[in-house]
């Protein structure tokens, strides 16, 4: 395969981190401090929201360094390999990460929706679990098809 065709998609990969970042510098601070300013008895809450939400952040970039890598190996046509399927495993370990991250920040979230009254802060919080689920789920399955898709493969080249 030629070194450029999956250009698009290693672009996308980095134009996907690029909004999380803003939002991890711009906007993860400003939601700490609106907590604050519905609970100032609370100040632990700032930091609560601080970490949940950049904690979710890692195991994000971890994943799209892992989606970079196997690019890579499809570029160099190692699609087909162990250090594909490793890939696939890490990122469908992030997911999972990232979704139980949110699930304990959910209570979190609720106490910011009770306040301001704003029920769509809650409904953000389960998109974010069930949307980083279905990746894992998706990941799980991909990365089975591909074990099954080698374990043929050798099998075959041992026949011959």
Do not use: W
């Not at 994000?60 to 046509?77: E, H, M, P, S, V």
């Amino acid at each position: 395969m030629e070194r450029g065709s999956t250009l698009f998609l290693k672009i996308a990969v980095i134009l996907m981190g690029i909004p999380v970042l803003a939002l991890c510098i711009f906007a993860v601070p400003e939601i700490a401090n609106f907590a604050v300013e519905l609970y100032p008895d609370h100040t632990y809450l700032k930091y609560l929201f601080i970490s949940d939400l950049y904690a979710s952040a890692i195991p994000f970039y971890i994943a799209l360094y892992q989606t970079f890598k196997l690019l890579g190996y499809i570029d160099k046509n190692k699609a087909f390999s162990e250090l594909s399927v490793r890939v696939l495993k890490t990122i469908k370990l992030c997911a999972i990460t990232i979704s139980g991250l949110y699930v304990l920040g959910l209570p979190l979230f609720y106490l910011l929706a009770e306040r301001d009254d704003a029920p769509g802060i809650i409904v953000i919080g389960m998109v974010m679990v069930f949307a980083s689920m279905v990746i894992a789920v998706f990941a799980a399955v991909l990365q089975k098809l591909l074990k099954e898709a080698i374990d043929i493969k050798s099998e075959n080249d041992l026949t011959v």
